[in-house]
């Protein structure tokens, strides 16, 4: 017993210590990552983990039910498509056509109201709430200087960055893009209760404006501009102009560091599929929704063009991609989050789940992304072979699983 007792005391003071040491050494976000997620045996945030965390509602208003299609969910997912769902762990799987909801499939428990993690998909939105910032006057354009609202970044190359430079991944800020490491400054920003003090410790190294580099840091920063720009918390804007405006059904949760802090601009909205599905038919519409001009299509057009021809794959806060010979655009989440808008057939592809296809060296489009657009074509008998950069682009299923 007093074996026992000597283990216990001894147990006690040295994770003591430990913990002493991880203030000391500030480190002690870490306390909150082993709790949230290394306790539960994730090495990474997950698609639920937003109960984990306090959250600031995004309200809704009167909602306006999607239209299903006279061909609603009359055919089934490709056995291909089966496959990636269960092998990745698809929770939601959407394509609407011509506004009208043509299939969607549910799995994990999961239904029409259920929320999960946006993870960088709250990206877009927060590049869509700057443009429209922008449009109400409230921030002067694209070539505002960052520190017109924080003078910390007014010397040295932090001068010349601009919100433009923030919204298309070009902010040459310190920031290291690692999701799993416990002590990378992307873990640190998930974590740690005083997120603006995390953003504000940064410096630029690289000049802005020059390339681009995709770093989270780059949109938590414009999310703290817009709030200082608008007075409102970055909820409160995306419900006053977006959520409302397209009548979510349900209220979102996003992500705050601590309950009276900031938003995690650069991800963790929670919501279900068919009301992230929303911004791709805004979008899809240049910007109107049933008749209401929410935000100009001048505005859409620039977010969905490439800023530098090097970096074709990006715009402002959205992704982009030709292929099948169209047009693509797409906004991306951690885990294989994804709604994607093609244009030029009326169409909206929206997957969220727990795990992602393999992301290459060579393509900044990862393969499940293909798979989710190719068996959509397939089910909806609109597949057309194709020659030369047009070509489908047939990934074997190991290509498909392959996990980073």
């Known amino acids: 017993m007093r074996f026992i007792k000597n283990f216990l005391f001894w147990l006690i003071v040295v994770f003591g210590f430990i913990i002493i040491l991880m203030y000391i050494f500030d480190v002690d976000y870490l306390l909150r990552a082993v709790r949230t997620i290394y306790f539960r045996g994730e090495t990474t945030a997950f698609l639920d983990d937003y109960r984990e965390f306090p959250n600031r509602t995004i309200e809704k208003g009167t909602a306006q039910p999607w239209a299903l299609h006279k061909d609603y969910n009359k055919v089934k997912p490709t056995q291909r498509l089966t496959e990636a769902h269960k092998d990745l762990e698809t929770v939601a799987y959407l394509i609407i056509k011509n506004d009208s909801i043509w299939h969607e499939s549910y799995y994990d428990g999961y239904g029409k109201d259920s929320r999960s993690n946006s993870f960088s998909m709250a990206k877009s939105i927060v590049s869509a709430a700057l443009f429209k910032a922008i449009e109400e006057g409230k921030i002067k354009s694209l070539d505002q200087k960052v520190s017109d609202f924080y003078p910390k970044f007014g010397t040295g190359m932090g001068a010349d960055m601009t919100v433009g430079d923030l919204s298309s991944m070009a902010s040459g800020l310190s920031?290291?893009?690692?999701?799993?490491?416990?002590?990378?400054?992307?873990?640190?920003?998930?974590?740690?209760?005083?997120?603006?003090?995390?953003?504000?410790?940064?410096?630029?190294?690289?000049?802005?404006?020059?390339?681009?580099?995709?770093?989270?840091?780059?949109?938590?920063?414009?999310?703290?501009?817009?709030?200082?720009?608008?007075?409102?918390?970055?909820?409160?804007?995306?419900?006053?102009?977006?959520?409302?405006?397209?009548?979510?059904?349900?209220?979102?949760?996003?992500?705050?560091?601590?309950?009276?802090?900031?938003?995690?601009?650069?991800?963790?909205?929670?919501?279900?599929?068919?009301?992230?599905?929303?911004?791709?038919?805004?979008?899809?519409?240049?910007?109107?929704?049933?008749?209401?001009?929410?935000?100009?299509?001048?505005?859409?057009?620039?977010?969905?063009?490439?800023?530098?021809?090097?970096?074709?794959?990006?715009?402002?806060?959205?992704?982009?991609?030709?292929?099948?010979?169209?047009?693509?655009?797409?906004?991306?989440?951690?885990?294989?989050?994804?709604?994607?808008?093609?244009?030029?057939?009326?169409?909206?592809?929206?997957?969220?789940?727990?795990?992602?296809?393999?992301?290459?060296?060579?393509?900044?489009?990862?393969?499940?992304?293909?798979?989710?657009?190719?068996?959509?074509?397939?089910?909806?008998?609109?597949?057309?072979?194709?020659?030369?950069?047009?070509?489908?682009?047939?990934?074997?299923?190991?290509?498909?699983?392959?996990?980073?």
């Open 175 to 404: 920031w290291d893009e690692r999701y799993y490491s416990p002590f990378s400054i992307v873990t640190r920003a998930y974590f740690d209760d005083n997120l603006e003090d995390v953003i504000l410790g940064l410096d630029v190294t690289e000049q802005p404006g020059k390339e681009f580099k995709y770093l989270s840091g780059a949109t938590e920063l414009l999310g703290m501009v817009i709030t200082r720009a608008t007075g409102q918390t970055l909820s409160e804007y995306v419900s006053d102009k977006f959520w409302k405006p397209m009548g979510a059904a349900n209220d979102a949760l996003w992500q705050v560091d601590n309950p009276d802090g900031i938003e995690k601009a650069y991800c963790c909205i929670a919501s279900n599929a068919r009301d992230f599905s929303r911004f791709g038919r805004l979008f899809l519409h240049n910007g109107n929704w049933n008749g209401t001009q929410i935000l100009s299509a001048e505005s859409v057009q620039k977010m969905v063009t490439p800023r530098f021809d090097e970096s074709p794959q990006y715009g402002y806060g959205w992704w982009i991609h030709n292929y099948l010979g169209k047009k693509m655009y797409y906004m991306r989440g951690h885990l294989g989050q994804f709604v994607i808008v093609i244009p030029q057939d009326n169409i909206i592809i929206t997957r969220l789940g727990h795990l992602k296809g393999l992301q290459t060296d060579t393509d900044p489009h990862s393969n499940d992304f293909y798979v989710y657009v190719d068996e959509a074509y397939k089910m909806m008998g609109m597949m057309q072979p194709n020659d030369g950069e047009g070509n489908s682009k047939a990934l074997t299923e190991a290509d498909v699983l392959l996990q980073e």
